[in-house]
């Protein structure tokens, strides 16, 4: 049986107070002598930013002060020092940083120069897997469940591939700090996916516009949105028990079958960058199951001192919006709200400033650390 959001939802009134963010204080790009590929996430830590990224399998640290350059490790591999994709950036206080991996249930322990430390291996597998720190209590991860209908096993026997959208699922597991199992939630449904057959055999992706889990993992505990309520955020203790669950006061925004053709011919555009069949390209994208509202949001970030940063789904057409995030207090509240500048992500809040990343015209990510402009 699925697990259910809990009862005593706080319905959020409108924030009075709008912040913005100043220009960064610091920015690290190519001139800092270290190429990015794929950032997968950021770290602001004592005085260091720490970066991972997938793309060219490395961890960074560079000087919050000054944004230099401190040190890079890692390369593609399975042993020691090596990732096969570093995805997740955290720390547990003290004198030490971890690092997540996108195959493998483990997490690498490194001291704040990266030196490397010591692996704590998880005692059950994790598909691609986000690992925070609840202090003491040791780790929650979120444990995604791919495709619950088998197609591996129905393209084994011969069987119709099912190509109808389907909901999958998702546990919460808690590990002690040695990396033993405590404890597991669930299941909890998860990101909605399709199924689709094509000349390559069968690919499984997010259906576009649909709803997704969010999850966020800070020292008071962590904060989880299921799909199964489209509103609502649920606090959790380090040890698994509700806090209190907050609610947007919203109505969910039909998609209107304009916004569904201008996003089949931006798929045909690109095909026709890539020299691909434009009339397959067509048919296929007009067959994919758009669902019949948009998300309320799109992202979240747990904040110690027990606030909450969530993301509004900004509506792609007819012009894609800037970022808008709202931040709920430690009492539920909705306290403010806060414009982000064009292309800016958000991967990590602290309580004075914010990080994240930007991208130029060739994609090419850059980190920058900004200041909140409370008023």
């Known amino acids: 049986m699925a697990w259910a959001i809990a009862a005593g939802v706080v319905l959020a009134p409108p924030a009075e107070a709008q912040w913005s963010l100043a220009p960064p204080d610091v920015t690290i790009d190519e001139g ?3 190429e990015f590929s794929l950032i997968t996430d950021l770290l602001v830590y004592e005085n260091r930013i720490y970066v991972a990224d997938w793309g060219f399998t490395q961890i960074h640290a560079f000087d919050l002060a000054t944004g230099d350059h401190i040190v890079t490790t890692g390369r593609e591999g399975e042993g020691p020092r090596e990732f096969q994709g570093p995805l997740g950036f955290d720390h547990c206080g003290g004198d030490s940083v971890f690092v997540s991996d996108r195959s493998f249930p483990r997490i690498s322990v490194y001291s704040l120069e990266l030196d490397y430390l010591r692996t704590i291996t998880l005692p059950r597998s994790i598909s691609r897997a986000e690992i925070g720190c609840t202090g003491s209590s040791g780790f929650v991860v979120q444990d995604k469940h791919r495709d619950p209908m088998l197609v591996n096993e129905l393209i084994r026997s011969n069987e119709d591939v099912p190509k109808d959208p389907y909901s999958s699922t998702f546990d919460i597991v808690f590990f002690a700090p040695d990396g033993s199992h405590r404890m597991t939630m669930g299941p909890f449904t998860g990101e909605e996916r399709y199924r689709s057959v094509n000349s390559g055999g069968w690919t499984d992706r997010p259906v576009t516009w649909g709803f997704a889990p969010m999850f966020g993992v800070s020292r008071w505990g962590f904060v989880l949105g299921s799909v199964d309520a489209w509103s609502l955020l649920v606090r959790y203790d380090p040890e698994g028990n509700v806090r209190d669950t907050i609610g947007v006061d919203t109505e969910p925004l039909d998609i209107p079958r304009s916004h569904i053709n201008a996003d089949i011919e ?8 890539q020299g691909r069949d434009l009339a397959s390209t067509r048919r296929r994208w007009s067959e994919h199951p758009y669902p019949s ?3 309320v949001y799109s992202d979240v970030q747990a904040v ?19 970022p808008l995030w709202e931040i709920f207090g430690p009492d539920g509240t909705l306290e403010a709200t806060v414009d982000f500048p064009s292309g800016f992500e958000l991967m990590w809040v602290g309580d004075t400033h914010v990080a994240g990343i930007v991208k130029d015209e060739l994609d090419v990510p850059s980190v920058e650390v900004r200041p909140i402009q409370r008023r």
Not at 304 to 322: A, H, I, K, L, T
């Open 32 to 34: 800092s002598g270290v």
């Open 266 to 273: 931006e798929w045909v555009r690109f095909a026709e960058t």
């Open 293 to 295: 509202h948009y998300p």
């Open 304 to 322: 110690d001192g027990g606030f909450v940063w969530v993301e509004r789904f900004s509506v792609p057409y007819p012009e894609p919006q800037p």
